[in-house]
Structure formats: structure tokens, C-alpha cells
């Protein structure tokens, strides 16, 4: 009676109106357009992820200048008080040394005097012991006495003569 291929037509068309019936096309329909809206609302999330982290990255680049331009000059910083502070030690270290020159330099004049002086007395001691001695002596205390009495005679005769000149 009927052929195989009828009942099959006829089944699919029972089946095409039991889904007709059950809604199944607007619940795939709306199940497809939940799930486009979720691949928008992910596609959205991500934009809006991207914008987040290009603003973040642009932050961080200004952060990261600023931090490096921050070091160059408190580095800059350092090194010229490092300099100013040699300067200041080197000044200071040449203005010692000059001072202890000086006080070597004064320290070696007042040696010379002081050497001078020592010398001076030692030689002053010496002449007068020699001179004790040979005035001590009798065969020189008439050498001196006729020394002194002519030496004397030339200064009366040269004061004389200026007396007369006059």
C-alpha cells in the first residue's frame, strides 16, 4: 500500500510540525542569539580590556620616563656634590698642608736663631777662655800693654790732628 519512502515523508513531516508545535526553532533561535549576544558582550569585555591595558602601558612608559629622568638627576645631583665635596676636601687638604708648612717653616727659622744664638755663646765662651788664658799669660800681658798704650797713641794723635783741621 504505501511505500517506504511515503512514510518516511510522512514521519519527517510529523517530526517538522512537533517541532513547529514545541517551538524548537524560536528556542534555537533564541539559544543562537544568547549566545551571539555573549560572543558581543566578550568581544566588547576584550575591547574595552585592550583599552584598559594600551591606557595602562601608556601609563606605566610616562612612569617608567619619569622614574629614569627622576634618576639621571639625582644622579646628576650626587655627582656634582660629590665634586663640590672634593673641591671642598682638596681646599682644605692645601690649605693644611700650607699651614703646616709654615708652621715647619717657622719652626726651622726659630731652629736657625736658636742654633745662631747657641753658637754665638759657644764662640763668645771660647773667645773669652782664650782670652783669659793669654791675658793670664805674662809673656803676653806686656805684648799687650805696649798694643793698647801705641793703639791708644794713634787714637790721641788722629784726634788731634781733627782738632787742628778745625
Known sequence: ????SFWVAISFLVFCIFLIYKKIPQ????????QIEDIKKNIEEA???KKNSEDLLLEYKKKITSAESQKNNIIKNHIQETE??????????????????KTAEQKIEQMKVSA????QQISNKIT???VKDILNDSENKNHIEKANKSYL?????????KKLNL
Open 1 to 4: 500500500m504505501f511505500d517506504a
Open 27 to 34: 528556542l534555537i533561535s533564541q539559544n543562537l542569539d544568547d
Open 47 to 49: 575591547k574595552n580590556l
Open 84 to 101: 663640590h665635596l672634593l673641591k671642598d676636601i682638596e681646599s682644605k687638604f692645601k690649605l693644611s698642608v700650607e699651614n703646616k708648612k
Open 116 to 119: 745662631i744664638k747657641e753658637i
Open 128 to 130: 773669652f777662655d782664650v
Open 153 to 161: 797713641e794713634s787714637i790721641y794723635s788722629e784726634i788731634s790732628e
